[in-house]
Structure formats: structure tokens, C-alpha cells
């Protein structure tokens, strides 16, 4: 079994932009460990992490996941204030116990070529190690935008997005025909096309597709991210606030148009 | 065929027990078979409002552990007819509720011919919040103009939307908005949010608006549901909702500053 080192090494190496859709890799079997690190990398980063998305990937400890207690796993992390989104790379044996536990089981679907990220977790004998990837193997959030891998289905939502809500439209884009609400949350891995005011917060790309955007009647969030770039609107001085807008990445900044 | 209406809001002290009293007593008054069940287990302050305190010798918790009949622990109104109180219990605590029992209660109810069962919800989004609003057909979700009742409000309906019985079966719950407490002065001078502001956020259906109004707190010390009032503001306004509620086209009043009052700002000074 791999215990997390006590010595000076980082137990968590947060990779690329701080992207919606973290990848927790984790190299110990101990959840109290894993959570305990998770519990710092959290506390050091901003208030950003609060409720984010994330995917645990079991790679590093696939062949003795029997000592995982994936239970006290998922509630840890939903206490530390994460979305468990799902779980990778468990070997048969245990996928009952990981179902049961509450996981969803992500396959990685897109079985392609995967590009292998450029920096490979070289880290070491560490508790857990949380980097900003994708739900395959095509690790960076700086990789080239992937369009071509998205199956582009689109999910509709008919409803506001209420305070406390969360949709997220894995591998496509997200239509939502009324407005979302303060304190709500939509995600998507493609472009998110609000038909209304956007007062939440509301994330396209969250795969690393750098080329989504958002789109939206009424700009009133309170954060926007495209592939891991955020922003708080509150922070940003901007003439479209409340107006109906388009919000595209560009290198590294998000700019905000009014919409054609 | 019965209906369930819950009073619901998440954040508290909104009007929800108020507004459960006024609306269960004009359903009553205009001859539908009425119960009010109050789900505050622990608080215990729809008797209050209702005036039915001295009269409860069971409650919510005693039926649903099967201590008492369900005929016994319903308090007959001495005012209007049709109308029922089911008290909650205040020794127990909200876990008291459980989920079986509050489905065989409102199932008993359904069997004895209420046409409406009107469900008091405790703030929070917790348990009895979750109580409250699993079994309803319809809510009544009551705000106060301002920003955080309004998000509460939100996030209610959000509950309701995806944690109801009838979402889990694929329908959904019809909801009404109720905004109380409202004061078109300080609407006017911009403390308080307006109707539009509320609309635009939570995009339901407006039932009504009950003004902010002294016969209320009167009218509930007195223990008498402040529809009865027919000479206060926020009694004629309830009136007005439950009319809407049953299918009456009835214009919003109390919504802008008295004429009066306004003139006397233009020139009083
Ligand atoms: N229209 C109104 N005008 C003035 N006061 C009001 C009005 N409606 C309610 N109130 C007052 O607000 C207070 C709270 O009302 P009520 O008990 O009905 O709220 P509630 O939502 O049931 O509270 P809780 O969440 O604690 O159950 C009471 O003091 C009541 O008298
Ligand atoms: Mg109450």
C-alpha cells in the first residue's frame, strides 16, 4: 500500500489553469490522507474550488483499490465542498463497492491516440495529486481545443437554473431556454447559450475547450470561465453588464462583446 | 379530488404561517373542506395564529405514531365551517416526521373528502421543509421583497423542481408566488425590491401581494387568521388571492404608494 510521504514533497500538484474540471489522481488508498490533502490544496486556493467539479482517477493505485473505502471517499470529498463528478480507471473487482458508494464510472470513451500529457505525474509516493485535465488521459488544459472530440450533443434545460442548482452538459454544449440564478451553477463542455439573465455562475469549456463561449440576454454573472479562465464579474468593469453579451477566450483573457 | 398546497419560502419569518391561516380560512369560507397541517414541528404556531391553542390535546406526531385517530387530533375552527386545524407537536422534534407517516396522514385526509390540505412549512430547506413539500401538488411560495428572501425563494424552487414526489414522477409541482410584506413606500425609495424585480428573477406566476400591515401582528395576538379582517389591507389582499387561487380574474391592489400619502410628500413639506 502507498502511504503518503511525510517528508517535504507536496502532496498535490495542481497542473495548467485552474480549471473547473479537476482531476484528482490519487497515489494512496488511505482516504483520511487523501482528504486531508485535498483539504489543503483547497484552503490555498481561492473560493473558487467551492463546489467545482471533480474526477477521481485511481491509475496510480488500480490494483489494490479493495483497501478504498470509496463511501467515506465520496463524502469527504462533498464535505470538502467538491462535486464528486466520477470516478476512473477502477479495476472490476471493486466497481460494485464504487457504484454503491454513490460513484458514477467514467470509461474513458474517447479511446483515441491519447496525447500524453507533457508533463506526466512524475511526482512521486504523494497522497493525491489534483491537476486540471479532461475526462480522458489528455491531461493539459493547455492542449490544442478540442472541438473534434466533443460529440456535441446538446443539453436543453426548459427552466431557470435556480440558486443551489447545478446542470452540467458533458461533452457539448448547453442551451437554457429561461434565466439562471444567483448562486446556481452551469457548466458545459462545449459553448452555454442562456436565454435569459445569467446571475450565477456559469462555466463553458470546462474540458479545456478554449474555443467555447457563453452566451447570454443578460450579464449579470457572478463568475464566467472558459477552459479554466475566469473571471468574477465584479471585477471586471464592463458597459454589457446586464445587456446581452458574448464572452470568448483570447489568449489567456476573456473578452466580453455585445452580442451581434 | 383533494389537493395538497405547501406554504413554503426557506427563509423564515416571511409570512408563511400567516399566510397559511388566511388562506386555508378563505378556502374554507367559500365552502371547500379545509385542514391546515402545521409541519414546525418543535415550534408549534399555527394554533396560535389559528386561536385553537386551548383546544389541542393531539397533534401531527400522535397520529403519526399512532397514538391518536386522525378524527380526534383534528381541531374543528369555531368561526367557519369546513375549516380543520392539525397541530404540531411542541415536545418533539422535527425528526419526529417521517416520511411514511406524513403519506398515510395526507392519504387519510384524501379518504375523508378534503378538498384542500394546506401544508405550514418550517423555514430551512432541511427535513421538515422536505416533509412539507414532497407530497404537494401545488405551492405557495412566499417572499418578502427583498434580496435574500428573493434567493431563498430560488432555491426553494429549485426543491421543489427536483425533490418533490411529483418530480420524481416526472410531473411537476404548480407554483404560485406570494410576495408579502410589501411596502410600495420604501419599494419607492428604493429599500425594498419591487414586484417587477421579484418577477424577473423568479419568473412564476404571481398570486398575489399582501401589503405590510399592522392588522396582521393584531389580528394574530388575537388568534384570529387576518382574512377575517375584512377591514385591513393585508386581509382584503388574502382575500383577493384565494379568489385568484380558484380561478377568479382579480386586478393586484396595494401595490403603489396611497395617492394621499404621495401628495403629502409632494407638498407637506
Ligand atoms: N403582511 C404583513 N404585514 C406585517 N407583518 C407581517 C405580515 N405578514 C407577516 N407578518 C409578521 O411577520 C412575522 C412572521 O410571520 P409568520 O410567523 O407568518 O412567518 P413564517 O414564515 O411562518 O415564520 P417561520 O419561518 O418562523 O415559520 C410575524 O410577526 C407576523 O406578524
Ligand atoms: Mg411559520
Known sequence: MSHPSTDSVSPIDLKGEMNMQNILHIHSTEVRDILHALAAKRDEAPPFFLRSPITVDCKAVESELEALDFTALIEGIKALSFVPVGIRNVSDDVVESVTKAGWAILRDSKAKKAVKPTSTESTDNTGVQASSGDNTDNDSAESEPMNESLGNRVMVINRPVRSGQQVYSPNGDIVVLSQTGAGSEVLADGSVHVYGNIAGRVLAGVNGDRSARIFCQGLEAELIAIAGHYQLLDEIDTPLKGQPAMISLDGDKLVIEPMI | MSKVIVITSGKGGVGKTTTSAAFATGLASKGYKTVVI???????????????????????????????????????????????????????????????????????????????????????????????????????????????????????????????????????????????????????????????????????????????????????????????????????AYEDIVDRFLGETVEHRFLDVEKQGFLKRLFGK
Open chain 2, 38 to 236: 402545521d409541519f414546525d414541528v418543535g415550534l408549534r404556531n399555527l394554533d396560535l395564529i389559528m386561536g385553537v391553542e386551548r383546544r389541542v390535546v393531539y397533534d401531527f406526531v400522535n397520529v403519526i405514531n399512532g397514538e391518536a385517530g386522525l378524527r380526534q387530533s383534528l381541531i374543528k375552527d369555531k368561526r367557519v365551517d369546513n375549516l380543520y386545524v392539525l397541530p404540531a407537536s411542541q415536545t418533539r422534534d422535527k425528526d419526529a416526521l417521517s416520511m411514511k407517516g406524513v403519506e398515510s396522514v395526507i392519504n387519510e385526509l384524501k379518504q375523508d373528502g378534503f378538498d384542500y390540505i394546506v401544508c405550514d412549512s418550517p423555514a430551512g430547506i432541511e427535513k421538515g421543509a422536505f416533509m412539507a413539500l414532497y407530497f404537494a401538488d401545488e405551492a405557495i411560495v412566499v417572499t418578502n421583497p427583498e434580496v435574500s428572501s428573493v434567493r431563498d425563494s430560488d432555491r426553494i424552487l429549485g426543491i421543489l423542481q427536483s425533490k418533490s414526489r411529483k418530480a420524481e414522477e416526472g410531473g411537476s409541482i404548480k407554483e404560485h408566488l406570494l410576495i408579502t410584506r410589501y411596502s410600495p413606500k420604501r419599494v419607492e425609495d428604493g429599500e425594498m425590491l419591487s414586484v417587477e424585480d421579484i418577477l424577473d428573477i423568479l419568473a412564476i406566476p404571481l398570486l398575489g401581494v399582501i401589503p405590510e400591515s399592522e392588522s396582521v401582528l393584531q389580528a394574530s395576538n388575537q388568534g384570529n387568521p387576518v382574512i377575517l379582517e375584512t377591514k385591513s389591507t393585508a386581509g382584503q
